[in-house]
């Protein structure tokens, strides 16, 4: 029996700490610790990461649980976008010097 | 040009689709995230690099520590405390940068206490008074922050996040240093030799903590070209002594060194001769505290093994129970 995210190498899983620095914003990643659950983590990640009042909430995450894009695909999992520059509100150039526009 | 085209086969070696990437981003100044393609002797610099580094946050604890109950007042145990709290946090926020690069934190810990990782040498000497967290501050912090400030913009992402968290907290750290000596050299006659004698056992380690002079630095060529350094060991330390040199003046306190003189023709301070031979004898393992540093390490980490068991036994088990219930209410 483990805990998720521990390996033979660390005693420990990897968390990942996403601090929110005032309300109104969204909490934004500012790095990882180790701890052995979420209680701890939270703990730790206040300790760490907020010592001058960086934040008013923590979000802890197993480092394990996040899935990413495969980083060897980026160029065609990204591509849709190019090309498509009239999803930009810049596209539209005739109506410059109009007013609230 | 003409417009016949000749394979040159003589001096280009075919590179893979990857490492054009690398080096195309490191060439456009962008960043190397964690799971990006990179040459194994940039993983390899790196890992070195960021684990001295996090060592030396972790070591550099204890010349401080040595202080906190008996500092002079109440403020001053406070202000220590809060200083060496974040010096750990540095050293975590460095270790966990270089778990990014497929370095496990046991295997960093492990190989700093068998004495077989270096750290930076600065922090084997020792603090016999309390001037020293003054000089520790003004210089060994000031030092540090000229060394890390261009490390913000180091070509590995997670390296560079950690080194601006890490720069907007030395700050507070080198201002508190100069105060304390500040403090000092308005006192008594005694008060200002204590800050004197510490500045003059300071200066020539903290020029040290530069490295090598730049035709003595195997790594730093290339480290330079990959991006990781910005600015040669020779560079940042010119850059050091001329900020120093107005800052004493403001102390009242006298550098260490008779061939220190304004250079006309380079509008830069001239530095007398550094002792390498000092600096070699210490990153030896010969310093004044090497050994007592290390084994304090050691016994810290041997003497909290039984929480970090028990706290993941309790975790284990806790993870356990929830999952019974969970089956259960399933």
């Not at chain 1, 483990?2 to 005032?22: H, K, M, Q, Y």
């Amino acid at each position: 029996m483990t805990t998720p995210g521990d390996s033979a190498a660390e005693i420990w899983p990897l968390w990942e700490v996403f601090v929110r620095s005032n309300r109104g914003l969204s909490h934004v990643h500012v790095g990882s610790l180790h701890a052995p659950d979420e209680t701890l983590a939270v703990r730790n990640a206040r300790d760490l990461y907020t010592r001058r009042s960086e934040g008013v909430s923590v979000w802890v995450v197993p480092a394990a649980a996040i899935t990413t894009s495969d980083p060897d695909a980026k160029g065609a999992f990204f591509e849709s976008p190019a090309g498509k520059n009239y999803r930009h509100a810049s596209y539209y150039s005739k109506s410059e010097g109009v007013k609230h526009l | 040009m003409t417009s016949t085209i000749t394979p040159d086969t003589s001096a280009t070696v075919a590179i893979s689709v990857e490492e054009q990437q690398f080096n195309d981003l490191i060439e456009a100044d962008s960043r190397i995230e964690p799971r990006d393609w990179m040459p194994e002797g940039y993983r390899k610099s790196l890992v070195r690099q960021i684990s001295q580094h996090a060592h030396s946050e972790i070591i550099g604890m204890q010349p401080e520590s040595n202080w906190i109950t008996r500092a002079p007042s109440l403020k001053r145990k406070a202000i220590l405390m809060a200083k060496v709290q974040d010096e750990a946090g540095h050293g975590l926020y460095l270790y966990s940068a270089a778990q990014t690069l497929g370095a496990t934190r046991d295997d960093m810990t492990d190989a700093l206490i068998a004495g077989k990782a270096r750290y930076s040498s600065i922090f084997n000497y020792p603090t016999p008074t309390w001037a020293d967290m003054g000089s520790i501050g003004w210089l060994v912090d000031g030092a540090a922050i000229c060394n890390q400030v261009p490390l913000c913009r180091a070509s590995y992402g997670p390296y560079g996040r950690a080194m601006v968290r890490i720069c907007k907290e030395e700050s507070f750290h080198q201002r508190q240093g100069f105060e304390i000596l500040l403090e000092l050299m308005a006192g008594t006659e005694e008060q200002r030799e204590m800050a004197q004698d510490s500045v003059n056992r300071w200066y020539w380690p903290a020029l040290m903590m530069f490295g090598p002079p730049d035709d003595d630095s195997p790594n730093s060529a290339q480290s330079m070209a990959w991006k990781i350094k910005r600015h040669s060991n020779d560079d940042l330390r010119q850059r050091f002594v001329n900020m120093l040199v107005p800052q004493a003046a403001v102390l009242g306190v006298t550098l260490p060194d008779p061939d220190l003189h304004f250079n006309e023709v380079t509008q830069q301070w001239d530095l007398g001769e550094i002792d390498w031979t000092e600096f070699h004898e210490v990153l030896a393992g010969r310093g004044p505290n090497n050994a007592q540093r290390l084994q304090r390490r050691r016994d810290a980490h041997e003497e909290g093994q039984w929480v970090r068991e028990a706290a993941a036994a309790y975790a284990r088990k806790q993870y356990a129970l929830t999952t019974t219930l969970e089956m259960a209410a399933s």
